[in-house]
């Protein structure tokens, strides 16, 4: 590749991955990378704080399955991008995060802003890396971005000192070898002994999770479930993989916050876990039925086994383990009629938890319950495209459980590590992906405090989206967890007031709404998605609704499981 220096080697390398975008905020350590991507394809998005800019990429990757790219300045930039990292390790998120650092020369002298960068970010990414030479720049991209989305999925770093970023290259010419990986290793003869399990099942479930959405298996997902007749239950960035609307999905795959999938995870003596890790949501295995005969399939060996003991661990990519059950399929077909009372009483679990909800759902209370917020919510946003970005406490969970996705990537949430304060962020990238899709965030209070001021960035780049506040004037998940567990809410570090952040985003140049009144919703929202600017509905809502993540918090270093 022809370079003159490792800036320009870095640039041209990104340019030529094809990657779109670049999520960064400026610094000095960067000016020679930045500069030769200012007449490039690459869009270089600028944010106000290296954690939205690292959000936004770890959206990128969660929602595209390729590498979001964040670029970093050297020291507090680096170190203020760290929880984002540390979040798209427990998300499993393609991203490459690119930092600038003090010159190899000068370390150790006390140089600006020269931090133990590798060392820090070590055990929070797949693998970490820094080039020390300019010649070689281009060729640590493209591994780096190669080893973002090959095998399990995860972040990898990159440390590019500034003089290594400014050293001219001997000849202008520096080794690039572009490698495109496109097959995953697949167990192909896992997928006859699964379908021998299944076949002698009575009640048998598929929860898929992050592994099967990244492998983009829900068309052939959707074929096995409608030829084998078995229920389907989807979660994190599975949701939508087959539509909510299909008579056979059901919906969030958390047992402890779905209460409609509680009882048929209890019952199922077959269950088949596609790209998803066995974790809290379902009490470490303990809201399994003990007696269930576990099929666990994952491209990453470590987690097979993790919490459960599993009857057949299959490691391999999920796209291609579920092409191979309908190929075997086909050649001998399942008996769906086998499984019919089964989906008969998971239905009959689903109407009596809608039955359940209906008196909160239809609540015409003022303050607002906050779930008929998110119904109401779920009705407007009722088109296929329509997307919504979840953030909060209680309130992500209402989204969790309230929000029908028909399309994968429609639903963003925060994953297992359970950081709030990306949602801003990843509605930017979303809005960049889908310019489109109707666009809502539905956020805590908060939550919304974190990165308020990406709502600056999407103003100055022209964005267009909702945000609806769940405005309980409180830290809500933690303040009910409090009183479950201690009687009372610790009000003096889990009360927020009140705050008028609509009058905030009119004074950034957005518009904004106050809604104290269910009534007030559908015409609030109307004018919200008619503003063409950011537009944020400042709901009221009950500070006392308790969600059942609050529930399961409480018992925090509580409870056991075995
Ligand atoms: C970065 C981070 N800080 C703190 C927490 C602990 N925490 C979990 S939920 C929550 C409350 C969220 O409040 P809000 O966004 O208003 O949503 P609500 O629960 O009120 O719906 C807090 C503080 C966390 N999970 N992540
Ligand atoms: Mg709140």
């Given at each position: 590749m022809k370079c003159s220096t490792g800036g320009e080697a870095a640039a041209k390398a990104l340019i030529d991955l094809g990657v779109e975008y670049v999520f960064t905020l400026t610094g000095g350590h960067l000016n020679h990378i930045h500069l030769h991507l200012e007449e490039s394809p690459v869009r270089l998005i600028g944010t106000r704080h290296e954690q939205g800019a690292t959000f936004m990429a770890d959206a990128y990757g969660r929602m595209t399955g390729r590498p979001g790219v964040a670029m970093l300045t050297a020291g507090p930039g680096f170190t203020n991008a760290l929880t984002p990292i540390m979040h798209a390790l427990f998300c499993n998120t393609p991203l490459l995060v690119i930092a600038g650092a003090a010159g190899i020369e000068h370390r150790?002298?006390?140089?600006?802003?020269?931090?133990p960068q590798l060392a820090a970010v070590t055990p929070m990414v797949k693998k970490a890396f820094v080039c020390t030479q300019a010649s070689r720049v281009a060729e640590y991209v493209e591994m780096a971005y190669r080893t973002a989305y090959t095998g399990r999925p995860g972040p990898v770093f990159l440390e590019l000192p500034c003089d290594v970023l400014g050293a001219e290259i001997p000849g202008g010419e520096a080794p690039y070898f572009k490698t495109k990986v496109h097959s995953q290793p697949v167990d192909r003869e896992a997928a006859a002994r699964t379908l021998e399990l299944l076949r002698n099942a009575r009640k048998p479930l598929i929860v898929a999770g992050s592994g099967a959405g990244c492998a983009k298996a829900g068309p052939e997902l959707q074929r096995f479930i409608e030829a084998a007749g078995i229920p389907l239950y989807t979660c994190n960035m599975a949701r939508g993989i087959v539509s909510d609307e299909h008579p056979l999905c059901f919906g969030l795959a958390h047992p402890s916050r779905n209460g409609a999938a509680t009882q048929a995870y209890l019952d199922a003596d077959v269950l088949l876990v596609l790209g998803h890790r066995i974790s809290l949501v379902e009490f470490f295995g303990a809201l399994i039925n003990k007696d269930a005969a576990l099929i666990q399939v994952d491209?990453?060996?470590?987690?097979?086994g993790r919490n459960r003991q599993v009857q057949l661990p299959v490691m391999s990519d999920v796209g291609g383990f579920v092409r191979e059950l309908n190929a075997l399929a086909a050649q001998r077909p399942l008996d769906p009629a086998r499984y019919e009372p089964w989906i008969a009483f998971v239905r009959d679990e689903q109407r009596k938890y809608e039955e359940e909800r209906k008196p909160a759902v239809t609540s015409d209370a003022v303050p607002i319950n906050p779930q008929r917020l998110v119904r109401e919510l779920d009705e407007y946003l009722s088109g296929e495209d329509d997307i919504i970005i979840a953030d909060g406490g209680d309130t992500h969970t209402w989204v969790q459980v309230g929000r029908t996705v028909?399309?994968?990537?429609?639903l963003l949430d925060h994953g297992l590590f359970g950081c709030i304060g990306g949602g801003i962020c990843n509605t930017v990238t979303a809005r960049l992906l889908y310019p489109d899709s109707r666009l809502a965030l539905v956020t805590g209070d908060g939550s919304l405090g974190f990165n308020f001021m990406e709502i600056n960035t999407a103003l100055r780049y022209g964005m267009c989206f909702v945000i609806v506040v769940c405005n309980d004037a409180s830290w809500g998940m933690i303040r009910h967890s409090q009183q479950l567990r201690?009687?009372?809410?610790f009000d003096f570090v889990a009360w927020l007031g009140a705050t008028p952040y609509h009058t905030m985003v009119e004074g950034m140049g957005g518009k904004g709404f106050l809604v104290t009144?269910?009534?007030?919703l559908r015409p609030a929202l109307d004018a919200a998605f008619a503003a063409n600017t950011v537009a944020l509905v400042n709901v009221m809502t009950d500070p006392e609704v308790i969600s059942p993540a609050s529930t399961s918090l409480s018992k925090l270093g509580a409870y056991k499981t075995n």
């Amino acid at each position: 590749m022809k370079c003159s220096t490792g800036g320009e080697a870095a640039a041209k390398a990104l340019i030529d991955l094809g990657v779109e975008y670049v999520f960064t905020l400026t610094g000095g350590h960067l000016n020679h990378i930045h500069l030769h991507l200012e007449e490039s394809p690459v869009r270089l998005i600028g944010t106000r704080h290296e954690q939205g800019a690292t959000f936004m990429a770890d959206a990128y990757g969660r929602m595209t399955g390729r590498p979001g790219v964040a670029m970093l300045t050297a020291g507090p930039g680096f170190t203020n991008a760290l929880t984002p990292i540390m979040h798209a390790l427990f998300c499993n998120t393609p991203l490459l995060v690119i930092a600038g650092a003090a010159g190899i020369e000068h370390r150790d002298k006390l140089d600006l802003q020269d931090a133990p960068q590798l060392a820090a970010v070590t055990p929070m990414v797949k693998k970490a890396f820094v080039c020390t030479q300019a010649s070689r720049v281009a060729e640590y991209v493209e591994m780096a971005y190669r080893t973002a989305y090959t095998g399990r999925p995860g972040p990898v770093f990159l440390e590019l000192p500034c003089d290594v970023l400014g050293a001219e290259i001997p000849g202008g010419e520096a080794p690039y070898f572009k490698t495109k990986v496109h097959s995953q290793p697949v167990d192909r003869e896992a997928a006859a002994r699964t379908l021998e399990l299944l076949r002698n099942a009575r009640k048998p479930l598929i929860v898929a999770g992050s592994g099967a959405g990244c492998a983009k298996a829900g068309p052939e997902l959707q074929r096995f479930i409608e030829a084998a007749g078995i229920p389907l239950y989807t979660c994190n960035m599975a949701r939508g993989i087959v539509s909510d609307e299909h008579p056979l999905c059901f919906g969030l795959a958390h047992p402890s916050r779905n209460g409609a999938a509680t009882q048929a995870y209890l019952d199922a003596d077959v269950l088949l876990v596609l790209g998803h890790r066995i974790s809290l949501v379902e009490f470490f295995g303990a809201l399994i039925n003990k007696d269930a005969a576990l099929i666990q399939v994952d491209i990453e060996g470590e987690e097979l086994g993790r919490n459960r003991q599993v009857q057949l661990p299959v490691m391999s990519d999920v796209g291609g383990f579920v092409r191979e059950l309908n190929a075997l399929a086909a050649q001998r077909p399942l008996d769906p009629a086998r499984y019919e009372p089964w989906i008969a009483f998971v239905r009959d679990e689903q109407r009596k938890y809608e039955e359940e909800r209906k008196p909160a759902v239809t609540s015409d209370a003022v303050p607002i319950n906050p779930q008929r917020l998110v119904r109401e919510l779920d009705e407007y946003l009722s088109g296929e495209d329509d997307i919504i970005i979840a953030d909060g406490g209680d309130t992500h969970t209402w989204v969790q459980v309230g929000r029908t996705v028909r399309k994968p990537y429609r639903l963003l949430d925060h994953g297992l590590f359970g950081c709030i304060g990306g949602g801003i962020c990843n509605t930017v990238t979303a809005r960049l992906l889908y310019p489109d899709s109707r666009l809502a965030l539905v956020t805590g209070d908060g939550s919304l405090g974190f990165n308020f001021m990406e709502i600056n960035t999407a103003l100055r780049y022209g964005m267009c989206f909702v945000i609806v506040v769940c405005n309980d004037a409180s830290w809500g998940m933690i303040r009910h967890s409090q009183q479950l567990r201690f009687g009372r809410p610790f009000d003096f570090v889990a009360w927020l007031g009140a705050t008028p952040y609509h009058t905030m985003v009119e004074g950034m140049g957005g518009k904004g709404f106050l809604v104290t009144r269910p009534e007030e919703l559908r015409p609030a929202l109307d004018a919200a998605f008619a503003a063409n600017t950011v537009a944020l509905v400042n709901v009221m809502t009950d500070p006392e609704v308790i969600s059942p993540a609050s529930t399961s918090l409480s018992k925090l270093g509580a409870y056991k499981t075995n």
